[in-house]
Structure formats: C-alpha cells, structure tokens
C-alpha cells in the first residue's frame, strides 16, 4: 500500500516538473498525461480504500468470532452450573423421598403396634418431625434458590461486561 501511494506521488511530482516544461511544447500532451494522472489518482484511491475495507472486515470477523467463542464458553459454565443444581435438587428429592418413607414406615409400625393415648403421643411427635424436617428442606431449597440467583446475577454481569467490551472494541 505504501509503494503504491509512493508510486502515485512520485508519478504525481514527475509529471507536475515535466508538465510545465512540456506545456510550452506540447499543450495537447500535458492534457493526455493530466487525464491519466487522474486516473491513476482514481485508482490508486479506490485500492487503498478496498484495502482499508477488507482489513475492516477482518477486524470485524475476528472480534464477532471472540465474542462468539466467549458467548459458548459462557454458555457452557451456565448449563454445567444448570446441570449441577439439577444433580443437587434431584438428591435433595432423594432424601426427602426417603425421609418421608421412614416416616410412612414408622407411622405404619407405630399404628400396627398401638391404637391407644401413646399412638397420638407418638403421631403428634412424628407429625412435629416431619414439620422440621420440611422447614428444614424449605430453608435448603431457599438457600439454593439464592445460590441460583446468585450465579445469574454474575453470569448476567459478565454478559454485561462482554457487551461493554465489544462495544468498547468496535
């Protein structure tokens, strides 16, 4: 690009010191060589500026690529971080399913064995474990769903970030 633009000036000051020697010879010659200075200015415009074009959009492929790229990879720690809370909720059903098994098998022995004044005794306790027991599970769901939204927020700040960055690039 730079020999070209050397080439176009040094034909432009070429022509420029022999155009005014020529002109008093040949009038009707400096007229042809002015005409292909134009043109050759006219080209030599037009290759610089596709140049310029064509490294533009190469900028512009290789930071769409890098967002792209950034975008799966976020993408990927955001679905990792879905399936781990998934693995997580499907346990805790797990133990809750299994908690209420021991307590439906505890709450069948207890009626097999009695149906007297220590049955309600014992229903009322089993019914104040199962309460605790599910406040307890309610209190971990909560604590998971802050832990969800937490990772969303920063998952939501880092897109933000990205965007700041790619504006900040282009």
């Known amino acids: 690009m730079k020999r070209t633009l050397l080439s176009a000036l040094t034909v432009l000051v070429a022509s420029t010191a022999i155009a005014t020697i020529a002109s008093a010879a040949e009038p009707a010659s400096f ?17 610089v500026h596709k140049l310029r074009l064509e490294h533009l959009n190469n900028q512009t492929k290789a930071i769409e690529d890098i967002q792209a790229t950034r975008l799966d990879a976020l993408d990927a720690r955001t679905k990792a971080i879905d399936n781990i809370q998934e693995a997580r909720l499907d346990a805790l059903d797990a133990r809750s399913k299994a908690v209420e098994n021991i307590q439906e098998t505890r709450l069948d022995a207890l009626d097999a064995r009695t149906k007297n004044g220590v049955h309600k005794l014992r229903l009322e306790h089993l019914n104040n474990q199962t309460k605790a027991i599910e406040d307890i599970q309610a209190a971990r769901l909560d604590a998971l769903d802050a832990r969800t939204k937490t990772v969303d927020n920063i998952q939501e700040a880092r897109l933000d970030a990205l965007d700041a960055r790619t ?3 282009r």
């Open 31 to 47: 007229n042809i060589q002015s005409a292909r200075l134009e043109e050759l200015d006219a080209r030599t415009k037009n290759s």
């Open 167 to 169: 504006k900040s690039i």
